[in-house]
């Protein structure tokens, strides 16, 4: 039995004017049954229900796609991705996406590997510390090389645009995927973003098809981000 209902993975997606094609529906439903298998052997998500799947994971990780314009061929890396939200959904809707997928325990690497094969999304999986990946003279030559960075993470947004907007280079985008009641951690975030080379573009608040609230803040890369950042300790 699936991990979850393609049917009502197809309706959601109508409602959020993301219809799937059939090839999108099973590279959904491939990916909701390795996520849900995985997760017996290794924490990777806590939703492990279909509508949960459908509504916390999936239908979250793409909102964003019609919030923001996002060029086709454009080069997007995930910054702690964890089971690969939002980054995996974003690209089976938008199979033009360049993606990287970078996160600092192997064992999820290896799952995004796997899972990048079995859908054939090309994905480049990268072990690193977020804040080790794009570092001045890291071994990997991430730092300002991509049109978007994207972060769905439980940190504040200041210590989140200081790990990510590292990554984007200048003319690009950092879309930090938030939950509601965020007005204070936005405005406290304001001065890092612009010391690091950002600024806040846009922020919309919107809802997920189940009701619950979420905050997307996109930061606009306006020029480059000085080279002492990020800092090894981020506060």
């Keep these: 039995m699936a991990a979850i209902d393609t049917e009502r993975l197809k309706s959601v997606f109508l409602d959020i004017n993301l219809p799937l094609s059939d090839t999108q529906i099973a590279s959904f439903a491939t990916y909701s049954d390795m996520l849900v298998e995985k997760n017996k052997v290794m924490n990777l998500t806590a939703v492990t229900d279909s509508e949960g799947i459908i509504q916390k994971h999936f239908a979250d990780s793409c909102l964003p796609l ?70 001045a003279g890291a071994p ?55 010391k690091l080379g950002g600024k806040i573009a846009q922020i919309t608040e919107y809802t997920l098809p189940n009701g619950d609230s979420r905050t997307l803040v996109v930061v606009d890369k306006v020029r480059k981000t000085p080279v002492e950042y990020p800092r090894r300790v981020v506060k």
């Design 66 to 135: 019609t919030m923001v314009e996002i060029p086709v061929g454009a080069t997007l890396i995930d910054v702690g991705t964890g089971a690969g939200f939002p980054s995996i959904p974003m690209k089976i809707v938008r199979p033009d996406l360049q993606i990287t997928l970078l996160d600092s325990l192997n064992k999820r690497v290896n799952f995004l590997r796997d899972v990048s094969e079995a859908l054939n999304l090309g994905a480049t999986c990268i072990h690193s510390r977020a804040e080790d990946g794009a570092r």
């Design 140 to 194: 990997t030559v991430l730092r300002e090389t991509f049109d978007i960075a994207t972060a769905r993470a439980v940190a504040r947004l200041s210590v989140l645009s200081e790990y990510c907007l590292p990554y984007v280079k200048p003319g690009g985008k950092f879309l930090a995927l938030k939950g509601s009641d965020c007005e204070e951690e936005i405005a406290q975030a304001e001065g890092i973003i612009e």
